[in-house]
């Protein structure tokens, strides 16, 4: 063997949260969603090559990217979209646990923590 080349990273995550599939499909732009052929949204923003599926449980999967720094950016950019459109509550990370919990929370629901500013 001479060497490699990264071809596809697929990455995935948890919003910890429902989502709502058909609302999703109708305000965020560039979807796809055909619930009778595949039970998640997939999401194709124009500007990268990227993609990221939705399920309805809240897993999310990128795919269709050559490093960690373009999953990190495609995360980030479609959580920023859902919650901009008020179609998922703002999260952030406790700091005790690593849990993700709504914003609004005052305590980490997995561990206890209370949250800063609560």
């Known amino acids: 063997m001479t060497?490699?080349?990264?071809?596809?990273?697929?990455?995935?995550?948890?919003?910890?949260s429902k989502l709502r599939l058909k609302e999703i499909s109708e305000k965020l732009p560039d979807c796809e969603y055909n619930p009778e052929n595949f039970p998640g949204v997939i999401w194709r923003p124009r500007s990268t090559y990227g993609v990221v599926v939705l399920m309805e449980d809240g897993r999310i999967v990128c795919t269709n990217v050559r490093t960690l720094e373009d999953v990190d950016a495609?995360?980030?950019?479609?959580v920023k979209l859902l919650e901009e459109k008020g179609l998922i509550t703002p999260r952030i990370a406790c700091p005790s646990c690593g849990a993700v919990v709504d914003s609004e929370d005052v305590v980490c629901v997995d561990c206890g923590q209370l949250l800063q500013g609560k």
């Open 3 to 16: 060497g490699y080349n990264i071809e596809n990273i697929i990455a995935s995550s948890n919003l910890n």
């Open 74 to 78: 495609l995360f980030k950019r479609v």
